[in-house]
């Protein structure tokens, strides 16, 4: 069975992790909040029952501040026909009851080729965006500034939501996000509390809140329809809903996404919390530890 390629899978990936499911939180942090040492936590993904990729993720958040850094290597089956890497960081800040992102950063490397996305934002809402290679060689049309303007960068924008999640407890919600290449709405809808089983793969099992993540394209996708592509079917708006976990796992630390499935062309897709420094609180089952 045919695999997607790392830059397709992590892109899809990037989409639903990083700005869907690298969320850092159900309960609120205050703006004085000073974390005494970073949140870090790591994911292993899985296509078709294949190990693809490793996901590292970090959280800061001094005063008002806050950054989010996350990098994704291909493992398994996966790292040992292809080795490729892509690191993302975001920085910004809290302003009232959302966050303002002051940049955005992702870079990666696949066959020689590198493809790198830098957005800065101005006190307005207005995005400066250097892409290379530039949209038009992927067959897509440029963002307009219009479209860009009051847009979140995906891990600001998930942020973003679990910062509301944790005042009104509960998923509904949509926010506009532009990766640099794309613009498009994230709409996250609650669907209950659920219990996640232990896994051999996994740190936790329990009680987990769970969200589903879809996605509404606006602009900037391909010219001619995708077909075949890790997470997207015929085009973007019939790319499959992502369903996404949420538990406290770290003591003293906001809840983490402890699990994440969705499909894809090349088999379901899913997503096991592998780690958590510090780590992880004592509700964690024995059951739930990973294999030794």
Not at 4 to 32: Q, W
Not at 70 to 80: C, L, N, Q
Not at 173 to 182: M, Q
Not at 258 to 283: C, I, M, Q, W, Y
């Amino acid at each position: 069975m045919p695999h997607p390629s790392p830059p397709r899978l992590a892109n899809r990936f990037g989409t639903a992790l990083l700005a869907a499911g690298l969320s850092l939180h159900l309960v609120p942090l205050a703006a004085s909040t000073a974390m005494a040492e970073p949140l870090k936590a790591t994911y292993r993904v899985f296509v078709g029952g294949v190990t693809a990729l490793d996901v590292d993720a970090t959280l800061e958040v001094t005063g008002d501040r806050y950054r989010i850094a996350v990098s994704a290597v291909t493992g398994g089956t996966i790292g040992r026909l292809f080795t490729w890497k892509t690191d993302s960081q975001s920085d910004g800040r809290r302003q009232g009851e959302g966050l303002k992102p002051a940049s955005h950063r992702q870079s990666s490397q696949f066959r020689g080729e590198p493809r790198t996305v830098t957005l800065t934002y101005g006190p307005q809402g207005d995005v400066s965006a250097a892409v290379t290679p530039p949209p038009e060689t992927d067959d897509r049309e440029p963002v307009p500034p219009a479209l860009q303007r009051g847009t979140l960068d995906p891990l600001s924008a998930v942020l973003d939501l679990l910062f509301a999640v944790g005042a009104s407890q509960h998923c509904d919600r949509s926010l506009p996000v532009f990766d640099g290449r794309r613009r498009y709405d994230m709409v996250f809808t609650e669907v209950g509390r659920r219990i996640v089983d232990p896994s051999r793969y996994s740190v936790f099992s329990g009680v987990a809140q769970q969200c589903r993540v879809t996605y509404k394209p606006v602009a900037g996708y391909g010219k001619s329809g995708p077909t075949g592509r890790f997470w997207q079917r015929s085009g973007p708006a019939d790319r499959p809903p992502v369903d996404l976990w949420l538990a406290p796992v770290a003591a003293g630390y906001p809840p983490l996404p402890v699990r994440l499935e969705t499909d894809s062309d090349f088999g379901s897709v899913v997503v096991h919390l592998a780690g958590v420094t510090p780590p992880a609180a004592d509700r964690r089952s024995d059951a739930a530890q990973p294999p030794r």
